[in-house]
């Protein structure tokens, strides 16, 4: 059974940082992996899809890598805002479209 | 791509009733899936959602604690019986089709 973990668990980083949240999962059968970000009392944002054959996706200042092999991926957000404070969660997508999330990273970036 | 609107998007309930939640999808999809996200929690899976046979529930989870229909190829429903407290959560809604996603807004429901 597929089991993603994500770390840290929480985080808290001046503005301007660069900062890096990492996801791992147990089984590399995966056909893609997708970053979420939670807001407090909101539904889910999707920042990032990477198919299984790509090592990485890109978008603004985000930058997501897949090592499937290892079982790792990581979400790379570059200078860091207050507007980025929020729950980020991985996803692994297996077969049939069944996602299993991680448990979650909540990221608070201070002025 | 599709669009899946889930209804209701908040609700509060007493504790010992049932609540029907309904996802739409506006285009046949294969896969529909049922989530559950508990205060301070991640999202667990509760159950594919099967059309035209019983669900599949995910450990933990009963038929009569979280009755699934799947009447067709577009819709689906999640009823949450005799509430408690512990099931004040988020319920989310998915559809795949192929190798795309498709989520819901969720529905919020708090338990009192």
């Known amino acids: 059974k597929q089991e993603v973990t994500q770390i840290p668990a929480a985080l808290s980083v001046p503005e301007g940082e660069n900062l890096v949240l990492n996801c791992s999962f147990t089984?590399?059968?995966?056909?893609?992996l997708q970053w979420f970000r939670q807001d407090p009392g909101k539904g889910l944002t999707s920042l990032l899809l990477?198919?299984?054959?790509?090592r990485e996706q890109t978008s603004g200042r985000l930058n997501a890598s897949l090592d499937k092999s290892s079982g790792r991926s990581t979400l790379y957000i570059a200078a860091s805002q207050p507007g980025d404070s929020a729950t980020y969660l991985c996803?692994?997508?297996?077969?049939?479209?069944?996602?299993?999330f991680g448990g979650g990273t909540r990221l608070m970036v201070k002025p | 791509s599709a669009v899946i609107s889930q209804k209701p998007s908040r609700d509060i309930c007493q504790r010992g009733t049932s609540l029907t939640i309904q996802c739409q999808v506006d285009?046949?999809?294969?896969?529909m899936f049922w989530y559950r996200q508990q205060p301070g929690q991640s999202l667990t899976l509760i159950a594919t959602?099967?059309?035209?046979?019983?669900?599949?529930?995910e450990s933990g989870f009963v038929i009569d604690k979280f009755p699934i229909s799947r009447p067709n190829l577009t819709f689906s429903t999640l009823t949450v019986s005799n509430m408690s407290p512990e099931d004040s959560s988020i319920y989310l809604c998915?559809?795949?089709?192929?190798?795309?996603?498709?989520f819901g807004e969720g529905s919020w429901l708090t338990v009192v």
């Open positions: 996803a692994v997508n297996n077969a049939g479209n069944m996602l299993t």
């Open positions: 089984d590399s059968a995966i056909y893609n």
């Open positions: 990477i198919q299984s054959s790509q």
């Open positions: 285009s046949q999809v294969t896969m």
């Open positions: 959602a099967n059309q035209g046979s019983e669900a599949t529930y």
């Open positions: 998915t559809a795949g089709e192929g190798n795309t996603i498709y």
